[in-house]
């Protein structure tokens, strides 16, 4: 076997390994987990952002906690491109980051409430 020919031969079974074998990131056949991590934290952090300033306006406007309440909670797709692979595993991190965010802030700025 040539030197040209095992090196493509190796250079293929990684991408077979991970197409198929790729750690629970089925919806990323093509991309790898990396690619998949740095979706859900793009989304984890797009999220968190949001649910902090909803939650500092609620608290400070005296109205009750509830992050379900705004539309970017619910729709969840805010960043979200069709090329970053399947909407709902963006949604999921979204919406982990927003209620995250919205507590936190909601808590710290509780004490504006009257």
Known sequence: MSAAALITLLAATPACAQT?????YGRYPDRDRGYAREIERQAYDRGYREGLD???NDARHNRDFS????????????GYHRGDGDREFYRRNYRRGFDFGYRESFDRNIRYRR
């Open 20 to 24: 198929y074998g790729n750690g629970g």
């Open 54 to 56: 909803r939650g500092r």
């Open 67 to 78: 992050p379900a309440r705004h539309s970017e909670y619910r729709d969840a797709d805010q």
